[in-house]
C-alpha cells in the first residue's frame, strides 16, 4: 500500500469514525471496534514513514 493510499484509509476511518461517535456514543462496539482500527492504521503509518529518533546524548 502506497503512502498516499495509507493516508486515505486512515481519513476515511477517521471520519466514519465521526459519524459512528455521533450516532451510538463513543463507548459502543461500534465505536471501539472502528478506534481501534483507526489505531492499527496509524501505528502503521508511523512505522513506514515516520523515522525513529533516538534519544541524542550531549
Do not use: H
Amino acid at each position: 500500500m502506497s503512502k498516499k493510499e495509507l493516508l486515505e484509509r486512515i481519513e476515511k476511518q477517521r471520519a466514519q469514525l465521526i459519524d459512528i461517535v455521533a450516532e451510538n456514543g463513543l463507548t459502543s462496539p461500534q465505536a471501539i471496534q472502528f478506534s481501534q482500527e483507526l489505531d492499527r492504521l496509524l501505528n502503521s503509518y508511523n512505522s513506514l514513514y515516520i523515522k525513529k529518533r533516538s534519544p541524542q546524548m550531549s
